[in-house]
């Protein structure tokens, strides 16, 4: 069965960096686009950007442009999100995700909570 | 990008009730809408993809339509299992998320 598989939660000082992984199994790793989305509490979903497997090939949304950096290994079928210059707007739950049986985004990660505290 | 605008941002209704979010496009983004269903801790669910298309294993209680670029996700008889967040999604370019509609218990 497809999972997605992340990292644990991250405690993190202002102007730090994160890095969350997400581990796919149960599916061509290469064959779909691994999708980030975020929740900050109180707040809505937000798009963040996605990343190719196959090529590493990326595409972000402009408000993160400059701050994150969606990477992959496929050789243990992992994506993973940097966000750097962390603020305390940045605390959220963040989802890796992606779209492989339909249009729309059909299996999701379970989520890690990132929180930037001084 | 395109901007999704939802409505209502939250409503409260009754177990039984019939229930109609909206959700408006900035352009035209042809049948490219999804819908989803958040509840607290856990990971969005998805409903309807293609703005119409029920997802396997989801409820025939949930439908969604299309009239130009105005969406809509009826459910229609809520059940208590249903009281969560519901969002719209578009996928016709760099993707975006309506801010959703709060279902809360009357």
Same mark, same amino acid.
């Given at each position: 069965? !497809?999972?997605? =598989?992340?990292?644990?939660?991250? =405690? ?19 064959? /779909? /686009?691994?999708?980030? =989305? ?5 707040? %809505?979903?937000?798009?963040? %950007? ?9 595409? /972000? ?6 701050? !994150? ?23 959220? =739950? ?5 779209s492989i049986a339909v249009a729309g985004i ?13 | 990008?395109? *901007? ?49 298309s029920l997802q396997s294993g989801v409820p ?28 719209? *999604? ?17």
């Amino acid at each position: 069965q !497809v999972q997605l =598989v992340q990292s644990g939660a991250e =405690v993190k000082k202002p102007g730090a960096s994160v890095k969350v992984s997400c581990k796919a199994s149960g599916y061509t790793f290469t064959g /779909y /686009y691994i999708h980030w =989305v975020r929740q900050a509490p109180g707040q %809505g979903l937000e798009w963040m %950007g996605w990343i190719n497997p196959n090529s590493g090939g990326t595409n /972000y949304a402009q408000k993160f442009q400059g701050r !994150v950096t969606m990477t992959r290994d496929t050789s243990i079928s992992t994506a993973y999100m940097e966000l750097s210059r962390l603020r305390s707007d940045d605390t959220a =739950v963040y989802y890796c995700a992606s779209s492989i049986a339909v249009a729309g985004i059909d299996y999701w990660g379970q989520g890690t909570l990132v929180t930037v505290s001084s | 990008d395109i *901007q999704m605008t939802q409505s209502p941002s939250s409503l409260s209704a009754s177990v039984g009730d019939r229930v109609t979010i909206t959700c408006r496009a900035s352009q035209s983004i042809s049948s490219y809408l999804n819908w989803y269903q958040h509840k607290p801790g856990k990971a969005p669910k998805l409903l309807i993809y293609a703005a119409s298309s029920l997802q396997s294993g989801v409820p025939s209680r949930f439908s969604g339509s299309i009239s130009g670029t105005d969406f809509t996700l009826t459910i229609s008889s809520l059940q208590p299992e249903d009281f969560a967040t519901y969002y719209c *999604q578009q996928s016709y370019s760099t993707p975006t998320f309506g801010g959703g509609t709060k279902v809360e218990i009357k």
